[in-house]
Structure formats: structure tokens, C-alpha cells
């Protein structure tokens, strides 16, 4: 797969990478094999981009990705963290993370907000730990949406410091709202924004995001491209899933459709929500997450291969007819 370059950095990203919440029992438990096998599969299947986060299964998916990449060449690969939770001793344990966390481990540990320039460098080092690394290559501020000023004040300049230290190669934002994305672009030395479900072929939001970005150089990485799940079948079940819920009627219905103008050129549903982000030259790749080796090798092939040409009106016209009462 051909990289793209983190804003003005020497960072490179693959166009698709790989989401490792997952390997962390999102939702569900994930034994190691099937874990390292996904992990293996993506490598085959040229992704060289890993996202992770101490979020993520309260650190088990930061230690079996770095297990998973331990014995490959260090410069082949991105890996991306996060800051802004730390994950200290859980003083009431009640035995599973699954309800207050929604991750499928034991609750040894509780996670605590903290954006103070103490708590991004106590973060990294742990996460440097867990990985088994020296170095990761991007860190994106996690989730800053309810405490933005202290990100601002505190967190990201702790981290372009890293950057200017050469400790990190980029540094940037990740989140699932587009107002937070917006004033980061406008007022942070950012190099990239992980923007989770809102630049998809069903919610198309962060738009203004994208053109702030072009204008400030900053790169937007789009993830969550099949919106929890919605998108993720060539036709959407009616218990689909959309923004980690019940995907509502109207939802599934323009998911439907979209679905429908795929198949009319040949293609299938994924394969047009994998693409679709791509169509932005801001975008530099596009992060999902896999819990098979299946999953990731049909993923690798349509990332690397783009719908006709006559495909993306014809979805456009269908998005939009969606989206009428």
C-alpha cells in the first residue's frame, strides 16, 4: 500500500490501518490467538498503520500489539496512542470493565481523565511500556471534547514538545465530535486529527472540518468508516448498530439505499465506505477495526481498489435521497 504523509511531517500512514480496539475485547472477549492471527493477516495484506489506546481494554490492547509486532522491523510500521486517560488500580473492582467500560476484562484497573502536561507524559511512558517500544510515531490527544482548554493549555504542548524533541513525529486529536476537531485545527500546532464516524458515506459532517484542514495543513485520519457496524455488511440487518447503538429507522433506511447503489456497480456496501473517505486529499488513510483475519484481508483488497468512477454520484444521489423525510 503507498503512505501518506502526516501533515508536514515525516510521519507516513498506510491507507488503511488497523484498529486495535478490539484486540482489546471490545464489547466481546478475544483470545490471543485469534488476536496475533488478525494482526499477522493485516501485515500480509500491506497495512502498516496501528492505532491503539490505554483505553482500549484497559491496556490489553496496547500489550498484544506490541506482542503482535514485536519480531517486525521497527521503521516498517506506524503505530499510533493515545493521552488523556490514565489507568490506575481499581480501589472497587466488581470483576468485568464490560458495563462501565465496554470492554470484555477484568476491571483490576479504573481509568482516570487527566489532560495536564504531567499526566500526557506519565501516560506515554506507561503506554511505551505496554508496547514494548522505544517510540511510537503519533499521539493523539483522546476524547478531549469536556475539557478542551486544559488539551490546549497543557496537553498538546506537552506534546509538541515530544515532537520538536524528536521523541514523537506527530502529534494531533482524536475524537468523535467535529465542534472539538474544529477548534483544535484552528488553534493548536497539530499535525493530524483522528475523526471517528463523521467523515463516512452515511454522515458526511465533518465537512467544514476537512476544509479547515486543507487550509491549515493538517492531515484528518477518518475512522470508524462503517459507523459501529452500519456499514460494515453488504445489507444492513434491521439490528444494525450506529454509533454503538441501535442504528434508528431512518439511519438503517439510508443505509439501505447506499447498499442498493453499490450493488447497481458491482460492488458491495463496505467496499464503497472504505473508499469514500479517500476521495478527500486531506484524508490520509482510513483506521477500522478487526476482530478476524477475514475481515482484514477483504478490507486490504477494497481499500486498494476504487469504485467506478460513475459509482460515486449515483451513491451521492442516493445519500442525499436518503436523507429526505
Known amino acids: 500500500m503507498s503512505a501518506a504523509r502526516l501533515g508536514r511531517t515525516g510521519v507516513r500512514i498506510s491507507p488503511l490501518g488497523f484498529g486495535a480496539a478490539p484486540l ?25 498503520y496501528f492505532d491503539t489506546a490505554p483505553h482500549y481494554g484497559l491496556g490489553l490492547s496496547e500489550r498484544r500489539l506490541g506482542a503482535a509486532l514485536a519480531d517486525r522491523p521497527r521503521d516498517a510500521f506506524t503505530v499510533s496512542t493515545k493521552v488523556g486517560r490514565l489507568l490506575e488500580p481499581n ?12 470492554f470484555a476484562v477484568p476491571d483490576t484497573l479504573v481509568r482516570r481523565l487527566d489532560y495536564s502536561r504531567d499526566g500526557v507524559l506519565r501516560s506515554l511512558e506507561s503506554s511505551l ?14 476524547d ?52 471517528a464516524g463523521r467523515w463516512t458515506l452515511l454522515d458526511r459532517t465533518a465537512a467544514p472540518l476537512l476544509d479547515l484542514c486543507a487550509a491549515r495543513g493538517v492531515s484528518l485520519v477518518a475512522a470508524a468508516p462503517f459507523n459501529s457496524g452500519l456499514l460494515s455488511r453488504p445489507h444492513p440487518p434491521a439490528d444494525a448498530t450506529f454509533d454503538y447503538g441501535r442504528a434508528p429507522e431512518a439511519v ?50 477494497w481499500i486498494a481498489t476504487d469504485l467506478p468512477e460513475a459509482a460515486w454520484p449515483d451513491l451521492d444521489a442516493a445519500a442525499d435521497a436518503a436523507r429526505e423525510p
Open 24 to 48: 482489546g475485547n471490545l464489547y466481546t472477549a478475544l483470545d490471543d490467538e485469534p488476536a496475533r492471527a488478525t494482526v499477522d493477516a493485516a501485515w500480509a495484506a500491506g497495512v502498516r
Open 91 to 102: 480501589p472497587a473492582p466488581t470483576g468485568s470493565d464490560l458495563a462501565t467500560g465496554g
Open 129 to 142: 511500556d505496554r508496547l514494548g517500544l522505544d517510540r511510537v510515531d503519533v499521539v493523539y490527544v483522546h
Open 144 to 195: 478531549p471534547d469536556d475539557h478542551l482548554d486544559t488539551a490546549l493549555r497543557e496537553a498538546l504542548p506537552a506534546l509538541a514538545d515530544l515532537r520538536d524533541q524528536g521523541v514523537v513525529g506527530a502529534v494531533g486529536v482524536g475524537t468523535n465530535a467535529v465542534a472539538p476537531l474544529l477548534r483544535v485545527v484552528a488553534e493548536a500546532d497539530v499535525d493530524a486529527v483522528m475523526m
Open 252 to 301: 438503517l433506511r439510508r443505509a439501505r439505499l447506499l447498499a442498493e447503489a453499490a450493488v447497481r456497480h458491482g460492488t458491495v456496501l463496505p467496499h464503497a465506505a472504505l473508499r469514500f473517505p479517500l476521495r478527500s486529499l486531506v484524508v490520509a488513510g482510513v483506521v477500522a477495526g478487526f476482530r478476524h483475519p477475514d475481515e482484514v484481508t477483504a478490507a486490504a483488497r
